[in-house]
Nanobody, 120 residues
Framework: QVQLVESGGGLVQAGGSLRLSCAAS????????MGWYRQAPGKQRELVAT????????NYADSVKGRFTISRDNAKNTVYLQMNSLKPEDTAVYYC?????????????WGQGTQVTVSS
């Protein structure tokens, strides 16, 4: 089992920044990659960004490219999502996720979610 705990959400004005953190614990050796998803009210959950466990190529949704950066600190078993130039349409609950297989598959583990609200 893997436990994921997010933090760092909140209310910010458009154009502002937030950094989300996701601390992983448990059987982290089984994790192949980490990612962030988000779900806005009335919309489907969407994949925002992914990063492999051993580092390497990161992937981003087109809607956040150039504004969001995913990174990891393996010594702390923590993944981050730096969000800059935030827009009202970024408002959503953000979920940390852990993949045991390819990032094209459904994540095996999810965090509880953290609310991000961007005011105009």
């Amino acid at each position: 089992q893997v436990q994921l705990v997010e933090s760092g959400g909140g209310l910010v004005q458009a154009g502002g920044s937030l950094r989300l953190s996701c601390a992983a614990s448990g059987s982290i050796f089984s994790i192949n990659a980490m990612g962030w998803y988000r779900q806005a009210p009335g919309k489907q959950r969407e994949l925002v960004a992914t990063i492999p466990s051993g580092g390497g190529i990161t992937n981003y949704a087109d809607s956040v490219k150039g504004r969001f950066t995913i990174s990891r600190d393996n010594a702390k078993n923590t993944v981050y999502l730096q969000m800059n130039s935030l827009k009202p349409e970024d408002t959503a609950v953000y979920y940390c996720a852990a993949f045991q297989r390819r990032i094209t598959t459904t994540p095996a583990y999810w965090g509880q979610g953290t609310q991000v609200t961007v005011s105009s």
